[in-house]
């Protein structure tokens, strides 16, 4: 009798199934959304909402969950667009979106800090980052261009801008060898927090959202779009049952 039991375990260069679907999956959009709602809440002093929250419950927070979810979206977008456009075509919209963060993140240090000028706050500006801004503009611009200079709550952006301009290469190698490449980002996670490894920042040298620790669940995500399957079958699977009964 031919065993017709088909390997769940994506063979070598074999295309993901999620890139072949051209179809938008909504169940990303409300991850994100709900991700993105407690990251609201949270950043709400004195706010009963936040008691809600995955911070409070959890090894993590919401940041950690959009971090996640953006590597998924990153590797179905770029998969599919590789798959359709090849790695050219592919670059050149990894590329595009890199630079529509950047151009979205000059202009939103270029904001804050009208909206504290307009204000006329000392504390907002200290509170905003962006007081250095006022007093050293030509040096905190400057740095700004080279993403090292950033207002509070906005080092996220200069994060997704690394991420997708660095994601060819990321998503090169997970084709190829998925396990080694999650292994490489766990290993440079870990070497982060042993040797405090960090990219420098300005002026105080503090990167909230350090790049070379964030990677980490991009890379994740991204991973689980590509060799997930591997661990589907694990993590859904029901406990059997031990229906054995002993007869007196």
């Not at 199934?17 to 959009?29: L, V």
């Not at 440079?188 to 990219?199: E, P, R």
Request: charged share 15%; with cysteine.
């Amino acid at each position: 009798m031919h065993d017709r039991t088909r390997s769940s375990k994506r063979l070598l260069g074999e295309i993901p199934p999620e890139f072949r679907s051209t179809g938008r999956d909504p169940r990303i959009d409300v991850c994100r959304g709900i991700a993105l709602w407690w990251i609201f809440l949270d950043h709400i002093p004195d706010n009963v909402g936040s008691w809600l929250t995955l911070r409070n419950y959890g090894f993590c927070d919401a940041a950690e969950i959009f971090m996640f979810i953006s590597g998924v979206t990153c590797a179905l977008a770029y998969g599919r667009a590789r798959q359709r456009d090849g790695w050219r075509g592919m670059i050149g919209r990894s590329l595009r979106r890199g630079w529509d963060i950047y151009a979205a993140f000059l202009l939103l240090t270029l904001a804050c800090a009208i909206l504290v000028y307009l204000a006329g706050s000392d504390r907002l500006a200290d509170d905003s980052n962006t007081r250095v801004l006022f007093e050293r503009p030509g040096a905190a611009l400057a740095h700004a261009a080279v993403l090292q200079f950033h207002p509070v709550n906005t080092d996220v952006l200069p994060v997704f801008v690394i991420c997708h301009v660095l994601f060819a290469p990321l998503l090169w190698l997970l084709l190829r060898a998925p396990n080694l490449a999650l292994g490489l980002s766990l290993l440079l996670y870990a070497l982060v927090h042993v040797f405090g490894w960090s990219i420098p920042a300005w002026p105080d040298g503090v990167w909230f959202f350090n790049p070379l620790a964030w990677q980490l669940p991009v890379v994740l995500g991204a991973w689980y779009v590509i060799e997930g399957r591997t661990i589907q079958g694990w993590v859904t699977s029901r406990p059997k049952s031990d229906r054995s009964h002993v007869v007196l």
